[in-house]
């Protein structure tokens, strides 16, 4: 039978810093679930590019907006500011990045995994 789990972002399991952001994970009943915080002037293909070594981010989205604006631009074209009470999915193949001067906080239950890690593939 399963037991009743609780986690704080308060204290990650792990954390991974980035330019001009963070991501903590939380590893919860068999599910990794990421709190990613990334501040004015970040961009997906200037800070985490270098990292991924793909063309644009391929991991799916899942994720609660909790603050700041974000802005995503899919690889067909697709335009979508996301603001704070949003919840959204982006599936493979986007770029995004901070909109103003206040950071930007999602708590994403999908595509945390390996974000932020060097791409796995060859």
């Given amino acids: ?3 009743m789990e609780a986690k704080s972002f308060n204290s990650p ?16 009943a068999g599910v990794t679930i990421g ?11 200037t800070s985490l590019k270098y990292i991924a070594k793909t063309k644009s ?4 989205h899942f ?8 802005k995503v631009v899919m690889d067909d074209g697709t335009e979508k500011e996301l603001k704070a009470g949003d919840v959204s999915f982006l599936p493979s193949g986007h770029d995004a990045w901070v909109i103003g001067n206040e950071p930007v ?15 796995k593939k060859k």
């Avoid at 399991?13 to 919860?28: A, S, V």
């Avoid at 994720?63 to 974000?70: A, C, D, I, K, N």
């Fill in 1 to 3: 039978m399963a037991k």
């Fill in 13 to 28: 399991d792990e954390i991974r810093t980035f330019e001009k952001g963070k991501l903590q994970l939380l590893n919860i």
């Fill in 35 to 45: 709190k990613a915080v990334f501040e004015p002037g970040w961009k997906w293909s």
């Fill in 57 to 60: 981010c391929e991991a799916p």
């Fill in 63 to 70: 994720q609660y907006h909790v603050s700041g604006t974000l």
């Fill in 105 to 119: 906080v999602v708590v994403d239950f999908q595509g945390m995994v390996d974000y932020a890690q060097a791409s």
